[in-house]
């Protein structure tokens, strides 16, 4: 008998968002791009539509990064102590659709560099490549409050995707893309109601803005939970084609930052059967976004570019059609 | 196909015996309604109720069993599409593909030492493949012959030659090795030679249709202990092929899908190789082929396993005792947490962002959380310096300071009698750590 193919139907689905702006649209990016718009769950092509592939951003640091392991930082050494240069890099010889600064030496325990230094740096990746930009602070809270309204003004237009909005700190950086016409970052951490309860909350600052969120559901790196944000991030894909237009964004994944710190990545000996670190840390990123894939990420921050060559080779295949 | 609870009770022997592990007849029949267990727990159901009972009784998804004696491996038994409704059963068995035509030994050799510890757990390639490349019988039968010599893993062999099978087999018909394959061509023949030597088969489909087709004939000869492979080789299409295969069996009680699945990755970049591999094990797959006996490839892949098919409605432990960031001395901080891995690896991953060598003391809560472990008496002050005194922290530092978390500050009186050392109270969350240590070691 010939088998009847189980399709689901789903009521509604994820919210298509558009990052950067070109000329015409009121920004300097040679095109724009667009996440998320699923109407089925992650490359199930013969229910629903996955009008738009996943992206890979790679991480540009605006310092020269000091904790990254030899294998990894041979990619960049040139280029290390320019952030522009570095960007273009990435974008022309690594294949990067995004790019996704991150201003770390505004952290008071580095170089704690001030607003218009950031200013300066934003404005010279932004002439470098023409890819749309995503935007992180340095991770301490006061200080990235103190430099996203001047970074959200100097990009003024460009509709960057800014880092990050959390509960207890939600109205910075949600103003900042207000006022400016940016995207914005909204971080959870690993809890689905907290997810949305936090884009209800930006939504009150801003109904616009509600159609400008990309999740980011704290994800781990492979072995250190990982299948807690897996779980998540379907049942929140679930909730989003099932009607919850509160879930109903895209999702970002910080890969780099979890897997980089991780043991598997940068141990140089490792435990005697660990193998290879240059090996085994491409493996871990690639594979920690390989698992994300699978439960609907639709922009992965990678740093390694060997890992981010096959992760895009990979979202190739899982882009090919697989109607019945 | 489909009785529901009260129609499986009136078969029932309504003795409410409780040898079947349920309270009355009626909850083994519900249990049975929903495919969460066999009618063969039953020890007084009747040859007719069997008979009436035996489609809905079967659990959606056949438990199949490959190797003999204490070395088999399960797999099928699945009930869910979604790991947080309720855990996945079985972990796909990794299965290392060896060409006939290669040096069988050395590579058979390499396998066995694919064993992995990270984080207190050990991991392992489950199965060793025998492919017949060389098309030769000969050649295949010495093959087998080797693998079986050389390890005590478990053996799948690759051909859909009969005679070359039957050669194979033959060898090593006591070690129950997985047949693969029966076609549409010689499907009479290889089910004959496994229902002979009692191995399990394994049906290859050209699409889901014939692969329901050709399921549906070789259990028409009588023989059920099989595992599916749908044919397809793109991962796009691999993907969606084991999605119907497991939806169909468990919403739709499909019986021609209700087995267990296998699939062959196809990649020759061996990194892409590992990433498709990824892909089948998240999605479905029971029996999983791979080209790679890299260690670097294989140790994501295994580790991934692990965390897929965890329980979900069981918290998940770290290894409990002294952990060491960085490289402490005796100068450095000691933090106190319990060992459930989400709150462990957070605070783990915080004290490393202070780049201060620190010890962490995780302490068995059963892997529960600190607040809940608190409030379960899992995580005490006597317990707390129970445990520094064990993991001999007094000999490796030369301060006697331990830092507690801020949600379990009331614990700090009664610790500090117990163990005569200072508590000073932590941050109520891991975020807070690197505010912390910057105000108290730096």
Known sequence: MAVEILKEKYRSSVREVVLGATKEEGGTRAHTIKVGGETALPFLHFEGKIPNR?????????????????????FFEDVYNDPAAWAKKCVDEYGADMIALRFKSADPDLKNASAEDCVATLKKVLEAVGVPLIIYGCGKTEKDNEIIGPLAEAGEGENLLLGVAEQENFKPVASAAMAYKHSVIAQSPIDINIAKQLNILISELSTPLLERIVIDPTIAALGYGIEYSYSIMERARFGALNGDRMLAMPMIGNVSQEVWSKKEAFLEEGEPTWGDQAERSLAWEAATSMALLQAGMDILVMRNPESVKIVKKQIDDLMQDNSY | MGLTGLEIFKHLPKTNCKECGFPTCLAFAMALANGKT????????????????????????????????????????????????????????????????????????????????????????????????????????????????????????????????????????????????????????????????????????????????????????????????????????????????????????????????????????????????????????????LKTDKKEHLMPLLSWRANLFTDPQKPVAVEPGLHEVGEPTADSPVYVTTNFSLTYFLVEGEVDATRIPSYILSVDTGGISVLTAYADNKFTAEKIAADIKAVGLEDKVNHKKAVIPGGVAVLKGKLEDESGWEVMVGPREANGIQKFAKSNFA
Not at chain 2, 91 to 101: F, L, R, Y
Not at chain 2, 130 to 146: L, M, R, Y
Not at chain 2, 157 to 176: F, N, P, Q, S, W
Request: net charge negative; with cysteine; hydrophobic share 45%.
């Open chain 1, 54 to 74: 996943p992206v890979v951003a790679m991480e540009v640091l605006d310092m020269a990064p000091e904790d990254w392991p030899p294998s990894v930082k041979s």
């Open chain 2, 38 to 289: 066999s009618l063969d727990q039953c020890p007084d159901v009747s040859e007719e109720a069997k008979e009436a009972l035996s489609s809905a009784a079967a659990p959606p998804i056949r438990l199949v069993k490959v190797g003999a004696g204490d070395n088999v491996i399960e797999m099928g038994d699945e009930t869910e599409i979604f790991r947080h409704d309720k855990r996945f059963n079985h972990p796909t068995a990794v299965t290392i593909a060896v060409n006939d035509n290669e040096d069988v030994g050395a590579k058979v050799e390499s396998i066995n030492e694919l064993i992995f510890e990270r984080v207190g757990q050990r991991y392992e390639v489950d199965m060793v493949a025998i492919i017949n490349a060389s098309g030769d019988a000969a050649t295949f039968k010495a093959a087998a012959e080797t693998a079986a010599a050389k390890t005590a893993k478990n053996i799948t062999l690759v051909t859909e030659d009969v005679g070359a099978m039957e050669a194979a087999v033959g060898v090593l018909a006591e070690r129950k090795p997985l047949i693969y394959a029966a076609n549409k061509d010689n499907y009479e023949k290889m089910t004959e030679l496994a229902k002979a030597n009692g191995c399990v088969l394994a049906v290859k489909g050209e699409d889901l249709n014939s692969l329901a087709e050709l399921v549906d004939k070789v259990v028409a000869l009588g023989y059920k202990e099989l595992v599916i492979d749908p044919g397809s080789r793109e991962t796009s299409k691999v993907l969606a092929d084991m999605t119907q295969i497991r939806r169909l069996a468990v919403r739709k009680k499909f019986r021609s899908f209700g087995y267990p699945t296998i699939a062959f990755t196809t990649k020759e970049d061996l990194r892409e190789e590992m990433l498709q591999a990824g892909v089948y094990i998240s999605k479905f797959t029971s029996v999983l082929v």
